[in-house]
């Protein structure tokens, strides 16, 4: 064999950096991080990998977060051979997708301080039934019609911390009562905390709480009610991820929030809890909250089918005072959930404009109102 045969067969390897005489030890070890970095960054994209462009979750911005679709972990394993097959489907390139989230999911906090997102978003409710103590659903109930907006409103303060408050309003006809006139709702609001800057794995911890700006009592028309007449606590948590499937890029969200009331409403007449005319008493609201799973699976770096599960749970609250002839009540909620499939779309005009459309449609549940939901939501980032 020839000498310059064998050479060809010796690996190349990543030039070492020289110490100059007046090189500290520090300086020479900070010269060969930055020349790992970028021979780990090389080695990254000669796999064809690349990020994607900005979106609601984090933008590649530095030479640094090149690596972002698929964590550094994922590499680092795929590297040492730990998982095989699993991390060689893991790190295989992934094509460019702009996600733009959904509806229903509890956001994964953005990347990059300074960076702001908007969204209107839109539901509708027509009835269709409910679902009783033991779960059946009752298709011949009748129920009321709903349209309401809210705003989801997010800056990220910075590259880990970003505040966010949702305001809103609806609007309320049908189920016994006359039309309602536009209410605001009440504003949940808080802080979102991204435990690190990698895209995808991420976890982001959620903490804030929920502000009673709607209306609870003293009402004219039961379908005013709009609010829970007490502040809330809320918390959650939200991992994101970023797998390649069938050669497109699938974004998962899996998430879970809590709420809890922090003290009672108080009651005058006709409220959002059921009472009438000429009731005088308390209202002590507990715990709700959900948990998910949504899929965004792009099937062009624009368009993409997204696909929501979401569970609902309410504990049960209490109500007690005097009604209009003076009669000391009390009465106690029954505990309520309800397990709901969500399918729609988004497409992305521009990497930083989006739209998403789906339809809630309640598969089972408990003491709830089986209503179908049309959603949209348009989402701005920048």
Not at 35 to 49: A, C, M, T
Not at 218 to 229: E, I, K
Request: proline fraction near 6%.
């Amino acid at each position: 064999m020839s000498f310059q045969k064998t050479e060809m067969l010796v690996p190349n390897v990543p030039k070492m950096p020289i110490a100059s005489p007046g090189q500290t030890i520090a300086q020479f070890k900070a010269q060969q991080e930055r020349i790992n970095e970028k021979n780990e960054i090389k080695e990254w994209q000669s796999r064809g990998n690349v990020a994607t462009g900005p979106d609601q979750f984090g933008e590649v911005t530095t030479l640094k977060q090149e690596q972002i679709i698929h964590a550094r972990l994922w590499k680092n394993l795929d590297k040492w051979g730990i998982l095989g097959d699993i991390g060689k489907f893991l790190t295989q390139p992934t094509p460019d997708f702009w996600s733009f989230g959904t509806s229903n999911e509890s956001f994964a906090g953005m990347s990059g301080q300074g960076h702001w997102c908007v969204a209107p978003m839109f539901f509708g409710t027509t009835p269709w039934g409910n679902f009783s103590d033991h779960g059946h659903h009752d298709t011949s109930a009748k129920g009321g019609n709903s349209f309401s907006n809210s705003w989801w409103l997010a800056y990220a303060v910075t590259d880990k911390l970003e505040v966010w408050a949702t305001p809103g309003f609806d609007l309320k006809w049908n189920g016994g009562a006359s039309l309602s006139s536009p209410q605001a709702t009440d504003t949940p609001f808080g802080i979102k905390y991204r435990t690190s800057t990698a895209y995808s794995p991420s976890l982001t911890l959620t903490l804030g709480g929920q502000a009673p700006t709607g209306r609870w009592d003293r009402l004219s028309n039961p379908n005013d009610a709009s609010g829970a007449g007490t502040w809330y606590f809320n918390f959650g948590v939200t991992m994101l991820y970023t797998i390649p499937v069938l050669g497109h890029a699938l974004v998962g969200t899996v998430w879970a929030t809590a709420n809890q009331a922090t003290g009672q409403a108080r009651l005058h007449g006709m409220s959002a809890y059921g009472t009438e005319s000429g009731f005088d008493g308390w209202a002590r609201p507990s715990e709700f909250g959900t948990a998910g799973q949504d899929f965004q699976y792009g099937i062009t770096k624009k368009f993409g089918l997204v696909l929501d599960l979401v569970g609902k749970w309410s504990a049960p609250t209490s109500v007690k005072g005097w009604d209009a002839t003076g009669n000391w009540t009390e009465k106690k909620q029954a505990w309520s959930d309800q397990f709901t499939v969500i399918p729609g779309f988004e497409y992305g005009f521009t990497p930083n404009l989006g739209f998403v459309a789906q339809v809630s449609v309640p598969v089972v549940g408990r003491n709830s109102a089986a209503n179908l939901m049309p959603e949209g939501a348009f989402v701005v980032y920048y």
